[in-house]
């Protein structure tokens, strides 16, 4: 997509393509509860890696109809599937 | 959404309850489930070693379709549901007791639609220490950065 096109220009044109379009807004939502746990509680953590805390706090904030991943799987080849 | 792994916990608890088994899920899906930014391949349960749960153990098995294999004298692990699933009897390394008073630090966590009861993660930390493999030690730091996190918030 160009830039300067906005949001609802692109949500217009996903939904013409038979699609939701735009950012999901439970994401957003996801995010909004991220930040505000981490500013509630980023003081009592001083030596905690913030990149850290954010991945500790996403987890935090999904429950179990979150589509969570808990397990990796092994391939014959090398690496793994989730 | 419910994902695959978490039915397949949900699937685990509705057998554990089923056949009457009481487990509490330790190891590293206890840190996923007490919000541990990690993965596993394996899921480990703590049961009481007695007559009554080798029995009702192996009605699970049959529940799960799989089969039981005795990886040492206090661990079996069965083999066939969609992640193997290891059986500690009675203790796990380093965590300070019974099986008892990693229950008494036990708590209740939702898997897909059932429960499941989960060791404390500062046991899950505490076994790993004791375990010393370099797997187990390479996972101390962010399971420590967890515990730190889940203390600011008022969690166990």
Known sequence: MARGISSRAKRASARKNGQLGGRPRKADALVVRIRNLYAEIADKIPDVDPGDAMLVIERMCRGPHDDRVFFIFPRPGGGYDF | ???????????????LRRVQLEAIVVGNTASILND??????????????????????????AALGGSLIPIAD???????????????????????GSYASIRSRSHQEVVGTDILTV????????????????????VLPILEATLKIRQAKGLP
Request: aromatic share 4%; net charge positive.
């Open chain 2, 1 to 15: 959404m419910i994902s695959k792994d978490d039915r397949f916990l949900s699937d685990l608890a509705t057998n």
């Open chain 2, 36 to 61: 541990a930014p990690v993965l596993t391949q394996d899921v480990d349960l703590l049961i009481r070693d007695t007559a009554q749960n080798r029995k009702k153990l192996k009605l699970l098995v």
């Open chain 2, 74 to 96: 206090k661990t079996r692990r069965i083999f066939g549901a969609r992640v193997p699933i290891d059986i500690l009897f009675d203790k796990i390394a380093g965590a300070g």
């Open chain 2, 119 to 138: 060791a404390s993660l500062a046991d899950v930390i505490k076994s790993k220490r004791a375990a010393g493999r370099p797997k187990d030690l390479a």
